[in-house]
């Protein structure tokens, strides 16, 4: 009997303790987006990248949206299957912030006029491809 009562009481202990999640709302979020262009193509990136996307998350740090935002281009080679060719990160307020949801058609109309035409040009011709990593830091 003292064998069952101690058997159901450790399997039922761990479902009954609420979960503890650390507060995580007030620490910065970092995001990073890997770019990997066609051959030949990576300085046409940067430059599309420069004029279509960077203003956007620019104008986001100037909003107080997010804390900061870089470039990196690798150091050295890599295998194909690792390479890459630029990392944007953005360091986010906090994951809420990261999170949800956010309109970016508002700035898209304060700092030019948004052509779909030429965001389907930056893809076709630089042959883009993005993945990304989160995490809290």
């Not at 262009?37 to 990136?45: C, L, M, P, T, V």
């Not at 909003?63 to 990196?72: A, N």
């Amino acid at each position: 009997m003292k064998f069952h009562f101690l058997f159901l009481l450790l399997t039922l202990l761990p479902t009954s303790l609420p979960a503890q999640t650390p507060d995580t709302s007030g620490k910065p979020f970092v995001v990073e987006y890997y770019y990997k262009a066609k051959w030949g193509y990576s300085d046409e990136f940067l430059q599309l990248f420069k004029k279509n996307h960077y203003p956007l998350l620019k104008k986001q740090v100037e909003m107080g949206r997010m804390l900061k935002v870089w470039m990196d281009q690798p150091r050295y080679h890599t295998t194909e299957d690792g390479r890459w060719d630029y990392r944007v990160t953005i360091v986010f307020k906090n994951s809420t912030v990261a999170n949800e949801p956010f309109d970016e058609d508002a700035i898209k109309k304060q700092l030019w006029r948004w052509d779909r035409g030429s965001a389907g040009q930056w893809e076709r011709k630089s042959g883009l491809r993005c993945w990304s990593d989160r995490w809290g830091s």
